[in-house]
């Protein structure tokens, strides 16, 4: 497994491999992984720093691995299309950053 890490973050994995098996559906099991441990846990405080802990690092390892990966197929628009959702999600990622801290 590290080994698909290290080879996803330099590039080297396919597009289709990173972006629908990890960057979806990782997100998705991550999240509703995290959401029902938020269920769990009573402090607003303890949610939110376990929230970041858990999905921080997956977070930013998977967007850099698509948008490292985002070339390897054979019509470019899908690297293109890859990229947009990754620059989409981070804004958007950051803006509920700004919501939540304020």
Do not use: D
């Not at 629908?20 to 991550?30: I, K, T």
């Not at 402090?43 to 921080?56: F, H």
């Not at 698509?66 to 990754?86: F, I, P, S």
């Amino acid at each position: 497994m590290l080994l698909f890490i290290k080879s996803a973050w330099s590039g080297n994995e396919k597009r289709t491999l990173v972006f629908w098996g990890y960057y979806l559906s990782g997100q998705l099991g991550l999240g509703l992984l995290v959401g029902t441990l938020l269920v769990v846990i009573p402090s607003e405080t303890v949610q939110i720093t376990a929230a970041v802990l858990l999905l921080l690092p997956y977070v930013i390892w998977v967007s850099w691995s698509v948008w490292a990966c985002a070339y390897n197929v054979g019509q470019k628009y899908w690297g293109h299309a890859a990229r947009v959702v990754v620059v989409i999600s981070v804004m958007s990622a950051i803006r509920n950053l700004i919501v939540i801290m304020e």
